[in-house]
């Protein structure tokens, strides 16, 4: 590797008397101002100065110094500064092949070199946002022949920039507070070169992937289940990213992790899970708390036997505080479900309208084998008794009118008296249940 530079220091200054000027740059090396030019300019006219080490700190910066002592005894001078500025280029040329090409296998055409570290190969030379001149050279190894092609490059070695909001971006999800399935997040990639790099002035793109990945854990901080990588937009709600997976969906035995991954066009890549400084553990809980509106929670029944509607009003909290608005949800008592609520816009809130009594006749779906359970028999009996030792119980559906009568038939006692000292036996006679009973003394 050869490298060489050039850094120049271009200026061009006049006064409007003649006035001798002392134009002076600051060396590092002696401590001292060096002269550079002490003469009068009358008119403009571009000088320059070659700068080397000794002229600039790490930074690149120079200092410079004008000074002139008035001798006009007509008045001030004027010092009038046409260009003043510092050039810097370098040069770096390569004296050895970087690296062999392969033939790509069953071509006869295509060739493939992976060019590993290329920024410790331009390391101390250049940076993103330079452009280097790459040069591959073709060989007819039957003939010896050569062709050399060239082509300009602009180095990017700066990893994308992304910044991540879940929640209201202030929430700590990783300790005590849990963000629901709908809790939004929202991320923004950055290619990182603005001011650098022009990307508008090329054929490519400043990103090209941006992804997503989520990982599951238990509270043994044992890895269960990672996603990969896949295509993101760029917000939506936790439940849009899969979170929580169907089959980890308990809040205390299991936290989330998501993983953002971008690729720019030179393939630098960032991936990052960090939503909040360091933090990047995510607590979920599908638990909702539902608040009914209006003090109604229950249903009149007699009304429904009148014809009269029964609206139930309520709204969906999670664990974050935030309502779960406008979904299609599932209302169960016990193991059965209920009418699916509608949501009303105006209210804001889910309703269920009964308008029937046989709206309460509730049903359950068995996945085992597709048969629907409800909470009465299949025969469509609406009423139920059930006799044991010492008890006898009946019942009826809810969605029945007309009320239950237990009948019952006493029985008459008698009483006979008769004389039962000749006698070894008797016989009762018309006993209700003509059962003969006899006595024996």
Known sequence: MISSENHTLFYSYLTNTSQAIDFKIWSNSTQQWYALETSDFDSFSQLLFQLNSSYYDNNYEVKLRFYGNNLNTNGDFELNLNELRAYYEKHISYNSSVGQFSPVENTNNKFTYNWSGIQNFFAGYYNTGDEVNITVQLVD?????????????????????????????????????YAAPWTPYVVEFTDNTQGILNHDDYYYDDLITQEYQTKVYDINDTLVYESGFRTINNNGTLYDLGIPHDLYTNKDEYYNILEFKATDSAGNVQITSNYLGQTSKILVSNELTIQWQNGMDTIDVNEL??????????????PDNSELKNKLVDLISSNYNFKTPIWDANSQTYIVNITNIYDLILYSE???????????INDNKLNWDAEGDGYYAFAKHASQEVPLVLTYNLQEEKIAYMDISERAQFRLSDHTNTKEIYAYL
């Open 141 to 177: 190894t039957d003939t010896g022949l050569t062709r050399n092609i060239t082509d300009p490059c602009i180095l990017d070695f700066e990893a994308p920039q992304i910044d991540i909001t879940i929640g209201d971006g202030l929430t700590n999800y990783s300790e005590s507070n």
């Open 366 to 376: 068995n996945i085992f084998d597709n048969y629907l359970t409800s909470n009465y």
């Open 305 to 318: 036997y009148d014809g009269i509607s029964q609206i139930l009003n309520f709204t969906l909290t999670g």
